[in-house]
């Protein structure tokens, strides 16, 4: 009864926002300027804001950071927050490091599906092999 009920809701709002005049009645808007509208679709990824990732993750850390459900928000796999919660969020010093960074640094793709337990630590230079 309720899909019924939200179909018969969703059929007569896209009946009022059709572009048929006959259709849409009084509603529909015959002059005038658009409105303006946020797209944040058609904005590069490098204009759209992270912060509230950013304040999100302090604040997780601020509060479970020892159990490493900050490094849990960005992404990660299992081990990290095993080790978080079995050292305390390493004696509380990865933990703090862990704010600053997430605090302080401009940009927070590289923290994010980091799966090192240093989050901050460079990546190993891929080992080449030379055949014989």
């Not at 409105?35 to 479970?64: C, F, K, W, Y």
Request: a positive charge.
């Amino acid at each position: 009864m309720r899909h019924g009920v939200l179909s018969m809701v969703l059929a007569g709002t896209v009946l009022l926002c059709s572009t048929n005049a006959d259709a849409a009645g009084p509603f529909l808007r015959k002059s005038g300027p658009e409105p303006p509208t946020l797209s944040v679709l058609n904005t590069s990824p490098d204009e759209v804001q992270h912060e509230p990732t950013r304040l999100i993750a302090a604040g997780l850390a601020v509060t479970l950071g020892p159990f490493g459900a900050h490094r849990l928000y960005l992404g990660t796999t299992a081990k990290v927050p095993v080790f978080y919660g079995l050292t305390f969020g390493g004696f509380g010093v990865l933990v703090l490091i862990d704010l600053g960074h997430i605090l302080f640094t401009k940009d927070l793709t590289p923290y994010q599906h980091n799966k090192q337990i240093l989050m901050w630590a460079g990546k190993a230079p891929p080992t080449v092999t030379t055949p014989p």
